[in-house]
């Protein structure tokens, strides 16, 4: 069976997949529905992958389909349940799934030999890589947990996800300690910002978002550290960004008793 066949089918089976467990009644039923899901989306991707993957950091392209899998899945238990918000999302997760496929391929691809679509795979990657993130982030805080579990959560879930972005950048043979020690920090400092956040008094929906353009400021610094091109218009450009975020917040949040 050709690649495309793999892709496709694929993208198929998870999203009969996910529409199945949106027939769950039962709350922990639901959670194991998307816990086996996750379990199928490794699987298939390591079928559909399998001439690239290796013994080799090739494995970590398995994270995002995974994180993207389980985070859809998760942040749709937070939407109302009706079929103008099933069918929409069951599209979109199948479309994401496939473009994750294109995208882990040329991944596996690249590690071995250059092609011109790696650039193109690269910025999907760190696309699909922030709206997981955001999910999963938006799940987090929905629970309302403890300080402690909220901001070691979003350690947890960071430190993955940043690993396979990182790696994305340069696709090495072996995990630099360079990228190993900015995939530590860069996780840390998202669980500072959860800190923040649970002091804040913003919705989950605003905090979610400021979680996400956190990552987005830190992968993109990040990768461009890797790569030697963190350039002081680079770092103005996300700071930019970072201030225009934390200004629209500021003035969004409800400060009054």
Known sequence: MSKRKRFVLTSLILSLGFF????????????????ILGALSLILFTWSLWEGLGKNPTLLTLILPLGFTVGVGLFWFL????????????????LGIYALTLTANIYTVA????IALFRAARGVGFL??????????DTI????ASLLTTSLSIVLISFPLYLQGFWSA???????????????????????????IFFWPVTVVVGS???????????????????????????REYLVVG????????ASTHWGG
């Open 20 to 35: 199945i467990v949106q027939f769950v009644n039962v709350q922990l039923y639901k959670f194991i529905g998307i816990a």
């Open 79 to 94: 939407l109302p349940v009706s079929w103008l918000s099933r069918i929409p999302i069951i599209i979109v997760f199948g």
């Open 111 to 114: 590690a071995i030999r250059t």
């Open 128 to 137: 699909l890589t922030l709206i997981t993130m955001f999910l999963i982030f």
């Open 141 to 144: 805080l929905s629970l309302r």
């Open 170 to 196: 340069s696709l090495d043979e072996k995990l630099r300690g360079d990228l190993i020690k900015t995939t530590i920090i860069t996780s840390l400092v998202m669980g500072e910002s959860a800190i923040n």
């Open 209 to 235: 978002l400021f979680l996400t353009i956190a990552s987005y400021i830190l992968l993109g610094l990040g990768q461009a550290k890797l790569e030697g091109r963190l350039f002081k218009q680079t770092v």
């Open 243 to 250: 201030i225009v975020v934390f200004l629209v917040m500021f």
